[in-house]
């Protein structure tokens, strides 16, 4: 059973255009985290947000908690080619014995 | 970087043959992972530690044990490797578990190809 829903799967894009992508379950989490993962390496943490309807901005990416933390998504203004890579959400919870769940990742491709 | 090595990075090995992976890390965390990631699935997770000698099976543990004897190494055994075994192993620590400082930071990854 998949917890974490992610959508898009793939998204190609070019240079300059914003777009999001989201996260998605019918579970509550205790906090959400954004990771981005290249070829060949393991993921990197971007972001964690804790309390619903929280919003972070890193730079050109927004990252929002929805109010009931069941979701999440993730802006990219002005997307480069450096943003390209698989996005990863992954939810944690109190009590919960694995402690994380991920979600299937969306693909990003923005072409210069 | 967070201090995570995985060794090896890339290995091929044959059905039927016992595979040890290994992550060490310089941290000190209290938590460490393992997962598993393929195509269509994401990152799975196999086993976890939440302390020495402290493991528990996670979502796909069948085929896979774990041992912790030190804070800093967490190693994965494949007792008898089969082919549905080949992927990608991430090793993953964490400071904590539950609550809002439940980050993970992730290794660089092992590629395992069983023929």
């Known amino acids: 059973t998949q917890l974490l829903e992610q959508s898009p799967q793939f998204l190609s894009i070019q240079e300059g255009e914003n777009l999001t992508v989201y996260c998605n379950s019918s579970?509550?989490?205790?906090?959400l985290q954004w990771y981005r993962q290249e070829p060949g390496e393991g993921p990197v943490l971007l972001v964690t947000?804790?309390?619903?309807?929280e919003v972070k901005k890193l730079k050109r990416l927004t990252f929002q908690f929805g109010d009931a933390r069941k979701d999440s998504s993730l802006h990219i203004t002005a997307a480069q080619p450096g943003d390209t890579g698989l996005y990863l959400c992954?939810?944690?919870?109190?009590?919960?014995?694995?402690?994380?769940?991920f979600g299937p990742g969306t693909r990003l491709s923005v072409l210069p | 970087d967070a201090g995570i090595t995985q060794s090896p990075r890339h290995k091929v090995t044959e059905t039927g043959t016992p595979v040890t992976l290994r992550c060490h890390q310089t941290?000190?965390?209290?938590?460490m992972y393992w997962y598993r990631q393929d195509p269509g699935h994401g990152l799975r997770l196999i086993h976890y530690?939440?302390?020495?000698?402290?493991?528990d099976k996670g979502e796909v543990s069948d085929g896979y044990s774990v041992s912790r004897s030190k804070t800093e190494d967490f190693l994965l055994t494949l007792e008898s490797a089969t082919s549905s075994q080949t992927s990608v192993y991430f090793c993953?620590?964490?400071?904590?578990?539950?609550?809002?400082?439940?980050?993970?930071?992730f290794g660089p990854g092992t590629r395992l190809t069983v023929l």
């Open positions: 993953a620590i964490s400071p904590s578990s539950g609550g809002v400082r439940n980050e993970q930071f």
């Open positions: 579970s509550v989490f205790s906090s």
């Open positions: 947000v804790v309390t619903g309807g």
């Open positions: 992954a939810g944690a919870k109190r009590n919960y014995g694995q402690n994380f769940v």
């Open positions: 941290e000190n965390h209290r938590y």
């Open positions: 530690s939440y302390g020495v000698k402290d493991t």
